[in-house]
C-alpha cells in the first residue's frame, strides 16, 4: 500500500464513499451507504461501521495530521457509534450525522493545505 499523499487521498475518498454514498434512495434522492445499512445489524453492524470509519482516522495518522484533528475525528466516529447504538432507531440519525464525511473534509483541508499537488478537479465541479 503506497503512502505518498495523492494514494491516501484516494484510498480515503473511496472508503468515504463506500461508506457514505454507496447509492442513492429513489424518491428522495438521499445517497446511503454502508455505514446506515451496517446501523440496522444490532450490536456487530453498529461496532463495524465504527471500525471501517476507524480507518480513515487511521490514515490521517499516518498522514501526520495533528492530535487536534485525530481529536476531532475519532469524536465524530464515536458520536456516530453512539447514534448507532440504539438498534434499528440508530440509523435514522446516522442517515443525516455523517461522520465519514465530515473526517473526509478535515483530511482534505490538511492536503490541499501541506500537499496542494494531492488537489483533483471533480467532474462536474462549478467554478469559484
Same mark, same amino acid.
Given at each position: 500500500?503506497?503512502?505518498?499523499p +495523492?494514494s491516501?487521498r484516494?484510498?480515503?475518498?473511496a472508503m468515504e ?9 429513489p ?5 446511503v451507504? $454502508? ?7 444490532p450490536g456487530?453492524?453498529t461496532?463495524s461501521? +465504527?471500525a471501517?470509519?476507524?480507518?480513515i482516522?487511521?490514515e490521517a495518522?499516518n !498522514?501526520?495530521?495533528?492530535k487536534?484533528h !485525530?481529536v ?7 458520536f456516530?457509534? !453512539?447514534?448507532?447504538?440504539?438498534p434499528?432507531?440508530?440509523a435514522?440519525p446516522d442517515?443525516?450525522f455523517r461522520?465519514?464525511?465530515?473526517n $473526509?473534509?478535515i483530511?482534505?483541508?490538511h492536503?490541499d493545505?501541506?500537499h496542494p499537488?494531492t488537489?483533483?478537479?471533480?467532474a462536474g +465541479?462549478?467554478?469559484?
Amino acid at each position: 500500500m503506497d503512502s505518498d499523499p +495523492a494514494s491516501v487521498r484516494q484510498r480515503i475518498e473511496a472508503m468515504e464513499k463506500l461508506l457514505e454514498r454507496m447509492f442513492v434512495i429513489p424518491g428522495i434522492n438521499k445517497p446511503v451507504g $454502508l455505514d446506515v445499512l451496517l446501523d440496522l445489524i444490532p450490536g456487530v453492524g453498529t461496532v463495524s461501521a +465504527a471500525a471501517l470509519g476507524s480507518y480513515i482516522a487511521w490514515e490521517a495518522r499516518n !498522514l501526520g495530521m495533528s492530535k487536534w484533528h !485525530l481529536v476531532r475525528m475519532g469524536g465524530n466516529i464515536g458520536f456516530d457509534m !453512539l447514534l448507532g447504538a440504539i438498534p434499528f432507531v440508530g440509523a435514522v440519525p446516522d442517515f443525516f450525522f455523517r461522520s465519514n464525511t465530515r473526517n $473526509l473534509r478535515i483530511i482534505k483541508r490538511h492536503l490541499d493545505k501541506h500537499h496542494p499537488h494531492t488537489k483533483v478537479v471533480e467532474a462536474g +465541479a462549478r467554478p469559484l
